[in-house]
Nanobody, 115 residues
């Protein structure tokens, strides 16, 4: 059974970098043709796709967030990470790591951007 768990700070100051890590257990992030995503949901709004990293390390980003988003991985730890730079209060959201194609989802983590 594959499980995903997000970790990182729940409060980030404006202009700083938000960093989250997703730890995957029960399966490998290098499994062929698996794609690992970051999705967020701001309060009162719908889900927003941020980007993904593929089994081979290729990365894909939302055009609207590409300029300040980076997704990376640590295959030794079976983790993938999100970095969102220059955050503003509009980046306040519940952040999910997931593999939608396989319906694997983390429980989500609330991140608030506030001074």
């Amino acid at each position: 059974q594959v499980q995903l768990q997000e970790s990182g700070p729940d409060l980030v100051k404006p202009s700083q970098t938000l960093s989250l890590t997703c730890t995957v257990s029960g399966g490998s992030i290098t499994t062929s043709h698996y794609y690992w995503h970051w999705i967020r949901q701001p309060p009162g709004k719908g889900l927003e796709w941020m980007g993904a990293i593929a089994y081979d390390g290729s990365t894909y980003y939302s055009p609207s967030l590409k300029s300040h988003t980076s997704i990376s991985r640590d295959t030794a730890k079976n983790q993938f990470s999100l970095q969102l730079s220059s955050v503003t209060p509009e980046d306040t959201a519940v952040y999910y790591c997931c593999n939608p194609g396989r319906n694997y989802w983390g429980q989500g983590t609330q991140v608030t951007v506030s001074s």
